[in-house]
């Protein structure tokens, strides 16, 4: 079974400039996920969906952050105007459902972001 | 607000000795609780999760985790570490009511000594 894809797997670029970020999460999971993992912290959830739809942003910075899930199944955060504070490795995640304790979270490798 | 920590940032052990690994939460109710692996240059792998029950939790790779109540604590323990263990480890708590969602701790790295 593959896993759940992510590209690009690095990425730099200069404050100001605008970032995308791809998902392709494990066939037929209809929750997805996008954490954001600063150096020496753990993974923060950014957005949760559930197929087509937000289940949770409380945590997404909507000035400059957004996401989408078209259809159901690929995903794209995007950042614009990208700040040297966003610089992270940002990881995508996917499970069957969004019962956390019913269904497990598979992680991709993750987007290593650098702001210069 | 729900919090995890670990208290250690880096622990080093020596290939074949005894490992565990500290968590610690703070939350109203007794949250669930899970332990991440994370490899260099891949993604988390659930280890283990407790919600319920038996406080000795049995995982992959010969993990364990005690839950203990009294001290909110959820110790990850190995009894002999190999050297493909040598990752970053990683605590994480959900609510059990309402809106779940995972909240990492801060992780500890640990490196395996020949």
């Known amino acids: 079974e593959a896993g759940v894809a992510q590209s690009p797997r690095y990425k730099i670029i200069e404050k100001r400039q605008s970032v995308a970020f791809w998902c392709n999460p494990i066939?037929?999971?209809?929750?997805l996920y996008w954490y954001q993992q600063i150096l020496g912290q753990g993974p923060k959830l950014l957005i949760q969906?559930?197929?087509?739809?937000?289940?949770?942003d409380s945590q997404l910075p909507k000035d400059r952050f957004s996401a989408e899930r078209l259809k159901g199944v690929d995903s794209t955060l995007k950042i614009q105007p990208a700040k040297l504070e966003d610089s992270a490795v940002y990881l995508c995640a996917s499970s069957i459902q969004g019962a956390v304790i019913l269904y497990e979270q598979y992680f991709g490798p993750g987007t290593r972001l650098t702001v210069t | 607000a729900q919090s995890v920590t670990q208290p250690d940032i880096h622990i080093t052990v020596s290939e074949g000795a005894s490992l565990e690994l500290r968590c610690n939460y703070s939350y109203g109710a007794t949250p669930y609780l899970f332990w991440y692996v994370q490899s260099p240059g891949q993604g988390l792998q659930l280890l283990l999760k407790y919600f319920s029950g038996d406080t000795l939790v049995q995982g992959i790779k010969g993990f364990e985790a005690e839950f203990k109540r009294s001290q909110s604590s959820f110790n990850l323990r190995k009894p002999s570490v190999h050297w493909s263990d040598a990752a970053e480890y990683f605590c994480a708590v959900a609510p059990n009511t309402g809106f779940q969602k995972l909240v990492f701790g801060t992780g500890t790295r640990l490196l395996v000594s020949p």
């Open positions: 066939s037929g999971h209809a929750t």
């Open positions: 969906f559930q197929n087509n739809g937000v289940v949770d």
